[in-house]
Each structure stands twice: as structure tokens, then as C-alpha cells.
């Protein structure tokens, strides 16, 4: 197995070089960074769980640093932690329930949690209190296994009760990382999947004779928009195409070669051609706690036509895009700078930057942002894997997938002696 450092420092470089393109394949990577990382971990025998998050959150800092404007990184580094915090407060379910707690005297309880030193005090707490709780419906029909109750040691041998519980710590440490690298591995394999979970509720919006709107190149629309077609539906895709990467056009040529009929626009006639169309179809760069999504450059333009002609603005996005921030975070770079290249060619316009003027600087500036922000009054609906969602539905799906706690990353401070 490589060295887990060696694997950071290659990913930390291939952040900060942006060499990863799109946010599947940056989310996919860092969950599988983050897998290996875990399984290297070496947990003590007390408070394993704060233990790995201390380390997770030391690495996803790093990370988050390497390239700002990429929040699926950070989205992954807290779904990670969010995945440790819910193990952790289910192995110590599972043990509270495997020693009997009930409402016996407070040095019973202070035995009992001296012999489980590994489960972290807050988790202990947590399953206390759900232990207080009615069980529900899922709870009842749910039963849980003997093997996930933590045995209790004997009272007798003194030297064989040490071993055991020396043991029992260790077995408990191997069984929080195990569950955990078993729900990243699910997380990953979700990552994967998206696009074809998104796909698959294409014909349920998508009708026959329908004109579809779409600006640059994602591989979720295009997979959205060719289930439709393989489920025999027959409509019209219009291609804004993108300025100034132009990746409509990409996007153009792959629709074609799947049999769809496509035209090709341009960005600014976007606004008359909207009356033609039945529903605007975009994917995202990630969507926030609000609602509000960042997208490709021009489709803020795109959802404003949208909404002055009342055609449905539809954004699809798996859950690896969705960000527990708000666009006003300090933590949040909403947008960066591409070069100036894509839009003027230097040689062309080398006369217009005349450095001799005296000044010092240049009379022409070129700016090439790479993202818009799309405010959720502006969508009619999310598309995600598990559904559809209305904008002011996002922050109560968002919470599902995050802990509060783990909102902004930094690992602890080093102190000094």
C-alpha cells in the first residue's frame, strides 16, 4: 500500500494546479483520500472517535486550502466527520444496550463507563438519552445483532481482566474504523452513481414535443437528457454554448451522436429564444444551505429569462454538490479568475497594452470569472439522487448529511510547551 503522505502531497498538488476537473471526480477522490488516511490511523484507547476527528479535520483543512472554490472537497471532508460522529453514537448504542443501562444508581454507571473508555463521552451521553426515548417503527422492526454488543468483562482474575479489557479497547477501536471505511466506501459508491440515480427521474419531467434549454457542458444533464430520450420521448434541446471555454458546443456534439435534435445558440440570444422553450435544464457547481446555486458563468442571465417567462428553471445536482455554508461564509470563495488568453488572443491585442504610457499600468483589463450565483428565488426545482426538492427544502436535506459541529474545518492547534 503507498505511503499515505506521498498520496496527500500528490493530491494537495493536483488541487492547488487545478488538474481536477469537475466536482464528481474531486469529490470522488477525496472520499477515496480520505479512506486511505483512516485505515492507516492509528485511534488510542480513549476517545477514538474525537481521536480520528482531530486527525480528519488536521488533513480536510489542508485540503480546503488547496483550492477554495472547490467546496465538494470540503463537502466530503464533512460528510467524513459527519460519518465518524454517527458510528461512534452507534457503537455506543449498541454497547449501552449490551451491558442492560437502565435507571440504576450513578456508581453502577460510573463502573460502566469506566469499562468503555474508548466511546467518546458526548456519544455515551447521546445514546443515553435515545435509550430514554420511545422506540419508533424502524426501531421496533430493526433487531439489533448480539455481535454489535460489546461484552462485558469479568469481575474475576485480575490479570486475565486487564488482558480482556485491553483487548475489548483495541476490538473497539478496529470495529469504529471498520464502519467507518464501510460508510465511506458507501459514500463513494454513491458519488459514483449520481448521475445515473439523477437520470432515471428524467421521465418524469420531461415530456413529448418539449423544447429544453441548457447552457455548457454537464455530464449529468447529458445523462438526464438521454434517458429521456431512451424512454421514447421526443423533444428539442437548445445548446447555449458556453463563452468563452465554449463547452456547449462539447455538449452539442454528444447529444447529436446520441440522437437527440440539438441546436446551438449563443449566449446572448438566450433571452429570445426563452418564449420557445418549455423548461430551462442546468447542472451546478454546488448548491448552499439556501437554495442558492454556483453555476457556470451566464446562468444567472439564463434563470433571469427563466423567470420573466415563466419557464421552469430546473437544477440537477448529486448530493456531493450540496454545501452546508451560506454564500456569505467567510469559508466560501464563490468565484475565481480564468486567464485572460480564452477571451483575447495577446498577440492581437499587444498594442493596446502600452506599459510606457507613464502610468505604469495597462488601459485594457480583461476579466474572466469562472462562476454565477443563482438565488433560490430564481429555481423552480432541485434534482438530486434522492429526488426532487424544492429550494426551500435544500437546508433541511443538507442537515441529513451534515453535523453542525463540523461546519468549518480546522484541525486543533498546535501548542507549545
Not at 456569505?328 to 491585442?349: I, K
Not at 474572466?368 to 424544492?390: A, E, M, Q, R, W
Request: glycine share 8%; charged share 20%; net charge negative.
Amino acid at each position: 500500500m503507498p505511503d499515505v503522505q506521498s498520496l496527500v502531497n500528490d493530491f494537495l498538488n493536483q488541487l492547488k494546479k487545478r488538474k481536477i476537473e469537475g466536482s464528481q471526480a474531486t469529490a470522488k477522490q477525496t472520499g477515496e483520500l480520505l479512506r486511505s488516511f483512516i485505515s492507516q490511523q492509528r485511534v488510542p484507547h480513549t476517545n477514538q472517535a474525537g481521536a480520528l476527528i482531530d486527525a480528519v479535520r488536521t488533513l480536510g483543512e489542508q485540503l480546503i486550502a488547496a483550492n477554495p472554490v472547490e467546496l465538494a472537497v470540503g463537502n466530503i471532508v464533512r460528510r467524513v466527520l459527519h460519518i465518524i460522529r454517527e458510528e461512534d453514537l452507534s457503537l455506543a448504542t449498541a454497547a449501552i444496550a449490551g451491558m442492560g443501562l437502565s435507571a440504576a444508581s450513578d456508581d453502577e454507571d460510573d463502573v460502566e463507563r469506566a469499562d468503555n473508555p474508548g466511546l467518546s463521552a458526548v456519544a455515551v451521553a447521546a445514546a443515553a438519552r435515545s435509550t430514554l426515548r420511545p422506540p419508533s417503527l424502524q426501531t421496533l422492526l430493526e433487531d439489533v445483532p448480539d455481535s454489535t454488543a460489546i461484552p462485558r468483562t469479568s469481575s474475576s482474575g485480575g490479570d486475565s481482566e486487564g488482558k480482556s479489557k485491553s483487548i475489548d479497547k483495541g476490538s473497539r477501536g478496529r470495529k469504529l474504523k471498520h464502519d467507518v471505511i464501510e460508510a465511506v466506501n458507501e459514500l463513494i459508491q454513491d458519488i459514483a452513481t449520481c448521475h445515473e440515480l439523477i437520470a432515471e427521474q428524467a421521465v418524469e419531467h420531461i415530456h413529448q414535443n418539449e423544447v429544453i434549454l441548457t447552457l455548457g457542458s454537464s455530464r449529468t444533464v447529458l445523462e438526464f437528457l438521454c434517458a429521456a430520450k431512451e424512454k421514447k420521448r421526443s423533444f428539442r434541446v437548445f445548446v447555449a454554448e458556453g463563452a468563452p471555454r465554449y463547452q456547449g458546443h462539447l455538449l452539442a456534439k454528444e447529444l447529436v451522436a446520441r440522437g437527440l435534435q440539438t441546436t446551438v445558440i449563443t449566449d446572448s440570444a438566450v433571452f429570445a429564444m426563452i418564449s420557445r422553450v418549455n423548461m430551462v435544464i442546468v447542472g451546478a457547481h454546488a448548491v448552499m444551505a439556501n437554495g442558492g446555486v454556483i453555476a457556470p458563468v451566464g446562468l444567472n442571465m439564463v434563470a433571469l429569462a427563466a423567470q420573466r417567462h415563466a419557464v421552469p428553471f430546473v437544477v440537477l445536482a448529486g448530493s456531493h454538490k450540496l454545501c452546508p455554508l451560506y454564500p456569505h461564509n467567510p469559508e466560501v470563495l464563490l468565484n475565481e479568475l480564468r486567464s485572460p488568453s480564452e477571451l483575447l488572443d495577446f498577440g492581437e491585442f499587444s498594442d493596446c497594452m502600452d506599459y510606457g504610457s507613464g502610468t505604469g499600468s495597462s488601459l485594457l483589463h480583461v476579466i474572466n470569472p469562472t462562476f454565477d450565483y443563482v438565488p433560490p428565488k430564481l429555481v423552480s426545482l432541485f434534482i438530486t439522487d434522492t429526488g426532487g426538492h424544492n429550494p426551500s427544502y435544500m437546508y433541511r436535506l443538507i442537515a441529513d448529511y451534515y453535523s453542525a459541529d463540523d461546519l468549518v474545518v480546522k484541525g486543533k492547534p498546535v501548542t507549545g510547551s
